[in-house]
Each structure stands twice: as C-alpha cells, then as structure tokens.
C-alpha cells in the first residue's frame, strides 16, 4: 500500500486536507482501510496517527476490515425504529446469522447500521449491494436472505 499512497500523493498534494479524499481512495483500492497503513498516511500528509486513526473510526463509511460480498446496510434511525425497526432488525440478524456491524464468519454478508436513508416515510429501510428496500417485512427479508444465499 506504500506505493500506492506514494503515488496518490504526487498526484495530488502532501497537505493535510487530502486525507478524507487519500481514505476513500485507498478504500477504494483495497476495499478497506488496514490499521496497519495507517502509518504511511501520517507519514505521507504529515499527521500524526493518531490524527487518521481518529478520522477513520469517526466516519463509519470507512472500512477497518475487507467487508463480505454482501453489505446490507440497515437503517437504525428514528422514523425507522416507530415503523417496527427494532423487530426488524432482531429478524434480520437471526435470519442473517449475524449480529449488526458484523461480517458473517463465512465472508458472505456483512451488516451494518446507517442512519436515515432518506425514505422514512415507506420504512423499515435496508440498502442491499447499495440498492434501497423499502417496508422490510418477514417476506421482503426473506427476498434478502434468498438473495445473499445465492
Ligand atoms: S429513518 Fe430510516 S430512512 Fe429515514
């Protein structure tokens, strides 16, 4: 990863506002943001460590781990939880076979929690692979877990 954060830098500039934009790159790259690049970013945009850690645990989108091949990305906001969100999610992670912010020991889903989707009003909401599903329900979740099992 040393020579790809290299050659990001020289394309871009060493300055400390580009480490938002040299995270989503390598996340980008790799999929994920290894705690053990982390060194390089500091060295590379002249922060301290502790200044990138700090930044990739605060924004969730970043990824400490290679994510499964499925992300199911449940929504754990306020509309969401009155529309039965709580029950939901107790089905989709029984249903799943693993537990909210984690990815599943056979690599095939990971599940996650987002906040708001923006589609509160036909809640509960998922993105599935990135795709919004709407009103979850136990037939629409079964349509998920049909889905990620294939
Ligand atoms: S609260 Fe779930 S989509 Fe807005």
């Not at 390089?40 to 781990?65: E, P, Q």
Request: with cysteine.
């Amino acid at each position: 990863m040393d020579e790809f954060i290299g050659a990001w830098v020289a394309r871009h500039s060493a300055t400390r506002d580009q480490l938002l934009p040299l995270l989503h790159a390598i996340q980008k790259e790799a999929g994920y943001i290894d705690d053990a690049w982390v060194p390089s970013v500091a060295k590379a945009l002249n922060l301290s460590r502790a200044d990138v850690h700090g930044v990739i645990t605060f924004y969730h989108d970043y990824r400490r781990a290679p994510a499964g091949r499925h992300v199911v990305k449940l929504c754990r906001a306020e509309s969401c939880q009155a529309r039965g969100g709580a029950a939901i999610e107790a089905a989709v992670v029984r249903r799943l076979g693993v537990p909210l912010g984690q990815t599943r020991a056979d690599g095939q889903v990971s599940l996650e929690p987002v906040y708001c989707l923006g589609l509160c009003a036909i809640g509960p909401n998922a993105l599935v692979d990135g795709r919004p599903v709407a009103r979850i329900d136990n037939a629409v979740l079964d349509r998920i877990a049909a889905e990620i099992a294939a």
